[in-house]
T-cell receptor, first 119, second 116 residues
Framework: AQKVTQAQTEISVVEKEDVTLDCVYE???????LFWYKQPPSGELVFLIR??????QNEISGRYSWNFQKSTSSFNFTITASQVVDSAVYFC????????????????FGAGTRLAVHP | GAVVSQHPSRVICKSGTSVKIECRSL??????MFWYRQFPKQSLMLMAT?????????EQGVEKDKFLINHASLTLSTLTVTSAHPEDSSFYIC????????????FGPGTRLTVL
């Protein structure tokens, strides 16, 4: 069965600290996609990144970076020099790239990690 | 690009009334739209998936007659909570997916429903 585990329920850091959010997934498929979404207090989920299972190259986008390691089934997210505006709940999600009826994919979400960045 | 809107953002209604929530993809055509429910401090729970012009597919445990979904066009899906009760109070979020089944889901801002 597919599963996404975000073991860190809440993380609290002081501004400018680096913080890593862990994500471990389980799937039997060889083709799949991994995502990170941010949910600020306003409630809207903001798409951050999508990675397919064949692309293990790490990615950096400004202060954000992602480390994808198939060997450990992990897709960790690091925020460098955190800021108060980074305070949010971050969700890791997994989808499978195969045809269900109607041709859609289902997202399986982790429980989320609540990040609080203090001034 | 890939903007999804929801209306209303917040609704308060009396027990027994029905509430309709709209989800629109503003700058793209969405072959598939999804409806999620989120309880406070919890993750998202998929309720149903809808494809334009066909019946929605509901997840196990979700009452079809309670949560009516209509996907009338490639840019609009609606969720109607019929005969709402206080236990239906929740945060409802929709998402839309571009043409390919491997595409990313983009989420709307959510609708907070409070049933008195």
């Amino acid at each position: 069965a597919q599963k996404v585990t975000q073991a860190q329920t809440e993380i609290s850091v002081v501004e400018k600290e680096d913080v890593t959010l862990d994500c471990v997934y389980e799937t039997r498929d060889t083709t799949y996609y991994l995502f990170w979404y941010k949910q600020p207090p306003s409630g809207e989920l903001v798409f951050l990144i999508r990675r397919n299972s064949f692309d293990e190259q790490n990615e950096i986008s400004g202060r954000y970076s992602w480390n994808f390691q198939k060997s450990t089934s992990s897709f960790n997210f690091t925020i460098t020099a955190s800021q108060v505006v980074d305070s949010a709940v971050y969700f890791c999600a997994l989808s499978e790239a195969r045809l269900f009826s109607g041709g859609y994919n289902k997202l399986i979400f982790g429980a989320g990690t609540r990040l609080a960045v203090h001034p | 690009g890939a903007v999804v809107s929801q209306h209303p953002s917040r609704v308060i209604c009396k027990s027994g009334t029905s509430v309709k929530i709209e989800c629109r993809s503003l700058d793209f055509q969405a072959t598939t739209m999804f409806w999620y429910r989120q309880f406070p401090k919890q993750s998202l729970m998929l309720m149903a998936t809808s494809n334009e012009g066909s019946k929605a597919t509901y997840e196990q445990g979700v009452e079809k007659d309670k949560f009516l979904i209509n996907h009338a066009s490639l840019t609009l899906s609606t969720l109607t909570v019929t005969s709402a009760h206080p236990e239906d109070s929740s945060f409802y979020i929709c998402s839309a997916q571009l043409a390919s089944f491997t595409d990313t889901q983009y989420f709307g801002p959510g609708t907070r429903l409070t049933v008195l």
